[in-house]
């Protein structure tokens, strides 16, 4: 008898799958015009990215906000490049975050992010316009849908029509739309996917006015690097966008097509990129005193962190980093002093919001830690402040609200689910 409801259960499965097949049906790919299957409408796809893209930026640190005109040019390069795509209506966004990774990603809807560690590896506005029009390509030919498609295709015969999302560093800590959010953007993109972004992207480029050989050494570049395993691309462009010697062969074949020359535009990226530049020696910093506290060595990493923060006190970044530090040396009060710096530098930053209620909470200071998780949950919901969530309430005498809050906790799995399941048998018992 269970076999016979397997069997009929995995028939429903494929029926709602061909029914869904039939009722989207194929449509025109808008950037190559070839037929493919839809079946996620572009009301979907717009309402997944306008969504997850804040999320998003939060999981992969945040807003480059200490240099607001930096931002501003790379939304005027991406303008230009979106309005000569094919589909110039789309509701494009551009933003810098505040990662070190070199790396750039697109969601749906044409909502892209280049990191300020790419951008520091950039020669001229020509090579940032070739890696702005290869994103504008991945959101306007859907490659991000498609593989949302081939997942729910994947999984039919297990999970119905769910999407099947692989862990990242962020399984089990961040949850819902964001979690989705972070795994497109750092999904690897198939070889198709990525000639097909080139080859559109070299041809937006030179509608553009752009000389489109920056593609073509921008490929090259990356190509040499990746020989070398040069630190930051291997976890970034090269494991989301992984370059090949053919991707050049393609590029130069259809610069040679087109016609070599056009705009560069380095005096003016050179300026544009002077702040960043500027203060690229602190995030070098970073990045030292994070791998250090990594390895155990809190003292050394101490050290390093004040030099970021000497360098650039402005950032949010750096005192999160020498609060976790403080946290790791159980000084529980400069723990505190940092994160609540965080947190008045970029209040909408939840993971600032996250560690300042985290360590209210161990000082006892309820109402502190209840508001910052909150807002933490606001911005982008984890499992780790719901728990936290629940706790106060249990300390707070308000039993129901803590059952509800280990409840959803608990459905989300990972080491958070089992405490919260532990601490929901322990208030039902």
């Not at 002077?274 to 250090?292: E, F, I, M, N």
């Not at 993971?351 to 807002?375: F, H, I, P, V, W």
């Amino acid at each position: 008898m269970e076999q016979g409801v397997a069997k009929i259960t995995k028939f429903h499965i494929i029926t709602l799958l061909l029914s869904a097949i039939t009722l989207t049906g194929c449509s025109v790919n808008p950037v190559t015009g070839e037929q493919q299957l839809s079946l996620i409408s572009e009301s979907q796809e717009l309402s997944m990215g306008a969504e997850q893209y804040t999320p998003t930026q939060q999981t992969q640190g945040g807003m480059f906000y200490l240099d607001s005109e930096l931002t501003l040019y790379v939304r005027e390069v991406g303008q230009k490049l979106a309005r000569v795509s094919d589909r110039p209506d789309l509701p494009y966004e551009f933003v810098v975050l505040n990662n070190s990774v070199p790396n750039a990603w697109a969601l749906p809807g044409g909502k892209i992010a280049i990191n300020r560690g790419l951008l520091v590896k950039l020669e001229d506005e020509a090579q940032l316009a070739s890696v702005i029009g290869h994103e504008i390509v991945h959101a306007a030919a859907r490659h991000s849908v498609q593989r949302m498609q081939n997942g729910m295709l994947i999984s039919a015969g297990v999970a119905g029509l769910g999407i099947a999302l692989t862990d990242n560093e962020w399984a089990g800590l961040i949850m819902g739309g964001a979690a989705l959010g972070s795994q497109l953007a750092l999904a690897q993109y198939g070889q198709g996917d990525e000639l097909e972004s080139d080859y559109y992207g070299i041809l937006y480029m030179k509608e553009a006015g752009y000389d489109p050989v920056a593609a073509v050494e921008l490929q090259e570049l990356f190509v040499e690097l990746s020989k070398g395993q040069e630190s930051g691309f291997i976890d970034g462009l090269f494991a989301t966008h992984p370059p090949s010697v053919k991707r050049v062969q393609e590029n130069q074949a259809l610069v040679n097509k087109i016609g070599a020359g056009g705009y560069r535009g380095k005096d003016v990226f050179d300026r544009k990129l002077a702040t960043l530049r500027k203060l690229q020696p602190a995030y070098t910093a970073h990045d030292d005193a994070l791998k250090l506290a990594a390895n155990g060595d809190f003292t050394s990493a101490l050290t390093k962190v004040n030099e970021a923060i000497r360098l650039a006190p402005n950032e949010a970044m750096f005192y999160s980093l020498r609060g976790r530090i403080y946290e790791e040396q159980n000084q529980e009060q400069k723990a505190e002093a940092d994160f609540e710096k965080a947190v008045s530098l970029y209040p909408e930053m939840f993971e600032y919001r996250l560690y300042n209620g985290l360590t209210a909470l161990k000082l006892n200071q309820l109402t502190k830690a209840r508001e910052n998780l909150s807002r933490a949950n606001e911005i982008v919901p984890t499992s780790i402040a719901y728990l936290r969530l629940g706790d106060i309430a249990v300390k707070e005498n308000r039993r129901d609200e803590a059952i509800a809050l280990y409840t959803k906790v608990a459905e989300s799995g990972g080491t958070a689910g089992e405490e919260a399941k532990r601490k929901l048998a322990q208030l039902t018992q």
